[in-house]
């Protein structure tokens, strides 16, 4: 094992190191790592891809750990018009795509479902590391993007269940989804409600005895905990982890615990893009090169129309719409672990996993370059536009304007926490239980104040 992870960590070190001076994304480099020590490029593996899939399983759970901590669930309901249509649009959109190219090539029903599945998935990880790298994190459409990435991520959880059912039974079981989606519901709202309540509470009355080793530990054994909660419960347990990470957001400790997260998200987030690169064969590439490129092509112009529409009909400007659309236009590790769900139920034609892992590649090699091109076309498109949308569009960028300065001059007024408070303090019984709700919410944000979020 200590062999394999030196293998591992010096060939993707090396790789990415060469990347970053080429200026290319170190995402490709860790994937192109996988390539190297695969079983493919010398004829025998490196290292015992078992072990490197493990830890990168657990990559996987930390990087959604640390997107849940950089999360507010205020600005996912300040956000839920943009966020909910944007998600719905695109997600949408993409199955009836993914799905009729599946059919044009000639699969069968199944296989152009799980295509359909993989295509309509943006990459949380990729995305945020490449508005990170880009220096696009303050930018007023990354909340909006970020909001929409979550809802897939949830969303994810339940097409999964839909294409087990249809893969086992051959069938549409739409009572058996209704009823899981309302379980899955019911059970974040449990979750949300009763850890906003009990944790940061917990954390406030053993503050005095938190170091940052202890911290860290009980932070990991929460995160853990609730993945084998979600487990448990016939849910992923990359949802269990984002989660407890949104849970622990609302905490006054969010800001110590992120960082101290970052190291070892970024390890393990290494660790799984080169499992991802381990299962390229590259002259399969070859072979399949003209699907790969019809992949990508269905991805990246799919991702853009439907991203832009989406969030322009939720509400967005055309600018912030085109850069959401233009930064979605990847496929990451919820396609990897649909393609897995299929070929573990023996319903996916293998061809289709080197295709995907190969589109999955290309779209994030152009990702950060795609991204650029979001203002300059947005540019060229006001100045071609016909009168009536540019009117359209200025008249959206006035709202908006005016709509964030009336947040900025409502910061002084009553808060949501002092409506909800007042309109339930007759309630004898849940009196206390609201009290203590705000009273956690308020000290969350008293502490970002002081420490803004981490972008």
């Known amino acids: 094992m200590v062999h394999d992870l030196y293998i591992l960590m010096i060939t993707a070190g090396v790789v ?45 759970l930390f990087v959604l750990f640390c997107i849940g901590l950089e999360f507010r669930i205020k600005n996912l309901i300040s956000s839920g018009k943009v966020a909910a249509i944007g998600a719905l649009t695109i997600i949408g959109g993409m199955l009836l795509l993914g799905f009729g190219v599946g059919k044009w090539a000639g699969m069968d029903m199944m296989n152009a479902l799980f295509l359909a599945g993989m295509l309509c998935m943006s990459s949380t990880t990729i995305v945020m590391k490449a508005v990170d ?17 979550i809802i897939e991520d949830v969303v994810a959880v339940v097409l ?40 940061p509470t917990l954390l406030r009355k053993v503050k005095p005895y938190l170091n940052d080793e202890t911290l860290i530990i009980l932070a990991l054994g929460l995160c853990l905990g609730m993945v084998l909660t979600a487990e448990e419960a016939g849910f992923s347990s990359a949802l269990g982890a984002f989660v407890m990470g949104t849970i622990l957001a609302e905490t006054a400790e969010a800001h110590r615990i992120e960082k101290m997260m970052t190291p070892m998200k ?16 590259p002259a399969s590439l070859v072979d399949y090169w003209s699907s790969i490129l019809i992949t990508c092509v269905v991805i990246i112009v799919g991702m853009i129309v439907f991203g832009t529409l989406g969030c322009w009909w939720g509400g967005e400007t ?138």
């Not at 790298?133 to 990435?149: D, H, M, P």
């Not at 396609?335 to 299929?342: D, E, R, T």
Request: hydrophobic share 50%.
């Open 16 to 60: 990415s190191l060469l990347f970053k001076l080429l200026k290319q994304p170190v995402v490709l480099g860790y994937i192109v790592a996988g390539v190297l020590v695969g079983p493919y490029v010398f004829g025998e593996t490196l290292v015992s891809h078992e072990n490197v899939e493990a830890w990168g399983n657990i990559g996987v």
């Open 133 to 149: 790298e880009a220096g696009l994190s303050k930018e007023r459409f990354v909340k909006g993007a970020t909001s929409i990435l």
């Open 160 to 199: 999964m269940v839909l294409l087990s059912s249809i893969a086992i039974r051959h069938q549409f079981e739409g009572i058996e989804l209704l009823k899981k989606v309302g379980v899955l519901a019911l059970t974040l709202i449990v979750w949300f409600v009763c850890g906003i309540l009990i944790i």
């Open 266 to 281: 970024n390890v393990f987030a290494a660790i799984f893009f080169v499992s991802v690169g381990m299962m390229i064969n």
């Open 318 to 455: 055309m600018r912030d719409a085109m850069q959401t659309g233009f930064s979605f236009v990847q496929i990451g590790e919820f396609s990897f672990i649909i393609a897995g769900l299929g070929t573990t139920l023996g319903v996916l034609n293998p061809v289709l996993y080197p295709i995907i892992v190969a589109a999955s590649v290309v779209t994030t090699f152009l990702t950060p370059y795609i991204m650029k091109a979001a203002v300059p076309c947005y540019n060229a498109l006001y100045k071609r536009a016909p009168e009536r949308l540019r009117a359209k569009m200025d008249l959206r960028e006035k709202q908006i304007a005016e709509a964030e300065q009336q947040v900025a001059s409502a910061k002084d007024g009553p808060t949501v926490a002092d409506k909800v408070q007042h309109a339930v303090r007759h309630t004898l019984v849940t009196k206390h239980l609201v009290k203590l709700f705000i009273r956690n919410m308020s000290e969350n944000d008293k502490v970002n104040a002081e420490h803004p979020t981490h972008e």
